[in-house]
């Protein structure tokens, strides 16, 4: 399946004014919590605490018509007694209470809401009718909405410090962005990229998707200077066709990483139950990844595999690549995946191939893959990885290191450092 390449206009001024609505959302100067709880373990007590414990750059105000305070801070009984002008409302309310709160939401000026509650468009015709009547809300006065049925945003900026999320764990400031339909998996790619010290800028758990999108965030991203590397996690495109436009744009710039779930019949059945989502065809977006230059990853881990190399390393300025083991096996299956994925295994230069012959052991391989051989020390590492590397062949290496009993990892780690940081 092909999708036909489209033209959509677009004005500076329009996407201008795209970007500055959602500041309001990821660099709001103030934040009410409506639903914050005095009663600790309740998502609206968490995110609040959440809140405080990150030392967000600005106000934050609890709303709760059955408090006084909340750890020690003022409660207001609605949000337009709040003293001050609310960038974000975060929405931790019973479902049927969500629509007057994102009224009066308006009513007050609020620009950004993030909806946390569930029970929506994922349940079933009446859900998706509230959804649509909250939405026009939104719509009608210039608003943008994060959500409903998510877990909320994270924003690691110095100047914002901004978590509405109820995730355990938050990994540390970095380069990489990452979105998230589900709030669960959410949790666990923030989980995941704590335990790999991944740092990002921002985390957006999207929900329903009713307003903010993955385009939105595409777009948003795009001329982010925090923003390197970008991860999605999706179960529906909203909009191909500007998906296909935005991601071309940005893929030239950013590696765009997504894991797109609803492969098969009844994983696209599950996911339309999950977020309300219509999955489609899944040839259909294998299709749309090739034609705009995504990378699509099949699981999590092979999402932040990618993100690991793109956030840490700089991008390759060809495909020659050149290949470093201490062990035979490992070397050839890494000669094949290169391959098989549209690299080369390039010929090493003459030149290059005598200077390993006379540095290294008699009977080490200096073809490519460079095979030191077992018993290989780190500095006949160090030794093989600068002579590749200086080759005009190159343009990136791969080293394998199998560790024997004779050899101590971290000395050949520390001398291949050594060489890298030269280069």
Not at 121 to 130: D, M, S
Not at 196 to 220: C, H, Q, R, T
Not at 300 to 320: T, V
């Amino acid at each position: 399946m092909y999708f036909a390449p489209v033209k959509i206009s677009e004005t500076p001024y329009k996407r201008e004014g795209m970007v500055k609505s959602l500041d309001a959302i990821f660099r709001p100067a103030s934040v009410a919590v409506v639903g914050a709880s005095t009663q600790k373990g309740t998502l609206g007590r968490e995110i609040f605490d959440k809140l405080l414990d990150t030392d967000f750059n600005g106000p934050i105000y609890p709303v709760n018509p059955k408090a006084k305070y909340i750890h020690s801070v003022k409660a207001y009984a609605r949000i337009s007694d709040v003293p001050g002008r609310v960038d974000l409302a975060v929405v931790v309310v019973r479902k049927e209470f969500v629509l007057d709160v994102v009224k009066e939401c308006a009513e007050s000026g609020v620009k950004g809401v993030v909806v946390i509650t569930a029970g929506f468009k994922e349940t079933g015709p009446k859900g998706a009718e509230l959804e649509r009547e909250i939405l026009k809300v939104v719509k009608e006065n210039g608003m943008r909405m994060v959500g409903p049925n998510c877990m909320g945003l994270i924003n690691t900026d110095p100047e914002v410090r901004l978590d509405t999320t109820f995730a355990a764990t938050v990994p540390p400031r970095g380069n990489v962005a990452l979105a998230s339909q589900s709030g669960a998996l959410g949790q666990t790619i923030l989980e995941h990229a704590y335990q790999l010290n991944l740092g990002i800028s921002m985390f957006v758990s999207l929900g329903n998707k009713a307003d903010v999108s993955g385009n939105d965030l595409l777009e948003y991203w795009r001329e982010d200077p925090s923003v390197d590397v970008i991860l999605m996690y999706l179960e529906s495109f909203g909009n191909p066709r500007k998906f296909i436009r935005l991601a071309k744009q940005v893929s030239r710039r950013k590696p765009i990483i997504v894991v797109k779930s609803g492969r098969t019949r009844s994983g696209a059945r599950a996911a339309t139950s999950h977020t309300g989502a219509l999955a489609g065809m899944d040839v259909a977006f294998d299709a749309l990844f090739r034609q705009t230059g995504v990378i699509r990853a099949d699981t999590i881990n092979e999402m932040f595999d990618f993100a690991m190399g793109f956030a840490n390393l700089p991008l390759p300025e060809g495909r020659c690549v050149a290949i470093i083991t201490n062990a035979g096996g490992p070397g050839i299956m890494a000669a094949d995946a290169c391959e098989s994925h549209g690299l080369e295994v390039v010929d090493l230069e003459e030149s290059t191939r005598r200077k390993l012959r006379e540095g290294l052991v008699p009977d080490a391989s200096v073809n490519n893959p460079v095979d030191l051989l077992a018993g290989a020390q780190p500095d006949e590492f160090q030794f093989a990885l600068r002579q590749v590397l200086e080759d005009k062949h190159v343009d990136a290496v791969i080293v394998i290191f199998v560790a024997p009993i004779i050899t101590d990892p971290t000395q050949v780690a520390r001398k291949i450092s050594e060489v890298v940081q030269k280069f």
